[in-house]
Each structure stands twice: as C-alpha cells, then as structure tokens.
Nanobody, 126 residues
Framework: QVKLVESGGGSAQAGGSLSLSCAVSGVTKWSYCMGWFRQAPGKEREGVASIVTGEIKPVYAHSVTGRFTISQDNAKNTLYLLMNSLKPEDTGMYYC???????????????????WGQGTQVTVSS
C-alpha cells in the first residue's frame, strides 16, 4: 500500500534552517504530484510547496517563496523541503502528501491530495 514517512524537522532559531524528507513507497503511477503542507495549532492545514514527479517547476505559498525549496530524488522516491530564513510563524506540524490524480500541475489545495504522512514537528523560536 501507499506509505509516506517524514523525517527531519525539530527546533531552530529564527533565521536558521531545517530540512525535511519524505520517503514514498507503494506508488505504481509514474507521474503524480507531491506536496508539503503545514498546520499550526488552531489553524487549518495549508499548502507550502508542491511539485510534479520528474518536473522542475514547483509552486510555493507566498509566505515561503524565496525561503523554502522543494525537491525530489526520483531514484530514492524521496521528497525534500529545505527551509531557510525560518520565522516563528513557520512553526507547525509539517506533512508530506501525494495526489495521484494530478494532471501535471502542482497544487497547494489540501483536498486534492490522497495520501498523507504522519507529520513532523517544526518549531522556530524568536
């Protein structure tokens, strides 16, 4: 079955960096969307970044553009999120997800995603 396992995260000072990884297994489709989402306490889960497998044109939420970078290693079936210039408002639980019905356009819409990881906590202190 499809399985996503996040790793990385942790705590950082404002202005620092953290890196997240998401190992994907059980997917037989060759093209699909992968994304990172986050959820702060008391807030809805929001899209952070998304990319289509094998493509090089990701999309980012306005709040992270220029600071976060999404990438993929197709050989390892792994999705990454490099987070630089972290801010306290970046604090939250970060989830990776895949959208098997994706038609070649990455999306930050939560409801379009079919499978989710268990999440990893990111805490940024000021």
């Amino acid at each position: 079955q499809v399985k996503l396992v996040e790793s990385g995260g942790g705590s950082a000072q404002a202005g620092g960096s953290l890196s997240l990884s998401c190992a994907v297994s059980g997917v037989t489709k060759w093209s699909y969307c992968m994304g990172w989402f986050r959820q702060a306490p008391g807030k809805e889960r929001e899209g952070v970044a998304s990319i289509v497998t094998g493509e090089i044109k990701p999309v980012y939420a306005h709040s992270v553009t220029g600071r976060f970078t999404i990438s993929q290693d197709n050989a390892k079936n792994t999705l990454y999120l490099l987070m630089n210039s972290l801010k306290p408002e970046d604090t939250g639980m970060y989830y990776c997800a895949i959208d098997l019905g994706c038609r070649g356009s990455p999306s930050l819409i939560r409801t379009e995603y079919d499978y989710w990881g268990q999440g990893t906590q990111v805490t940024v202190s000021s």
